[in-house]
């Protein structure tokens, strides 16, 4: 009879934990899809950094240039080379404010990279700690020993903890362990 009772504990116990784990995996899958659109929005941010800085550094040495070759020409030919420094002038300031503005954008992808990155890692220590304490529920039904039922609720625990904090946004984080893992 008690033997009974325990593999109805164990039962219910493994569907409760396989149904709240599935709902666990979407949350999780939809974080890692964000992370993966922040890490390549990072990437072609950095991209046009790098294009921006190489537009501003070749304006700038058009404008040395044409400011070098205006130095040397009469009074009457300085009104066009007035006119193309002005405009290089412009350009460099545009370019320079341009590869501010998404250099801005490239921090705040990283930014939301890390932020999600951390939810991610509760979901996988969650998802870590109930594939350990459904192994001990298997065991427990075979051996059919109430310990090992009663140490597979630790790791439940655990499980279900860092999984709630996931779903709901808590700020806790395995942090100490991530850190073991990594």
């Excluded at 009074?75 to 801005?104: M, P, R």
Aim: proline content about 2%; some cysteine.
């Amino acid at each position: 009879m008690e033997t009974d009772t325990l593999d109805r504990k164990v039962a219910l116990t493994v569907a409760l934990l396989a149904s709240f784990m599935g709902v666990c995996k979407v949350k999780d899958d939809n974080i890692v899809q964000a992370m993966q659109q922040a890490q390549a929005d990072k990437i072609d941010h950095w991209a046009f950094y790098q294009a921006r800085n190489l537009r501003q550094e070749q304006a700038h040495t058009t404008l040395l240039q044409v400011r070098l070759a205006a130095a040397g020409r009469p009074a009457g030919e300085q009104a066009g080379y007035t006119a193309a420094i002005a405009d290089l002038e412009k350009l460099e300031h545009d370019q320079a404010q341009k590869k501010n503005d998404v250099l801005a954008q490239a921090k705040q992808d990283q930014d939301t990279y890390d932020a999600l990155n951390y939810r991610d890692d509760q979901f996988d220590l969650s998802d870590a700690a109930l594939a350990l304490a459904l192994s001990l529920l298997a065991v427990t039904t075979l051996t059919r020993q109430r310990w090992l039922y009663l140490a597979a609720l630790v790791p439940t625990a655990i499980g279900v903890f860092y999984g709630v904090a996931g779903l709901a946004g808590l700020p806790f984080h395995p942090s100490w362990l991530t850190g073991l893992l990594s």
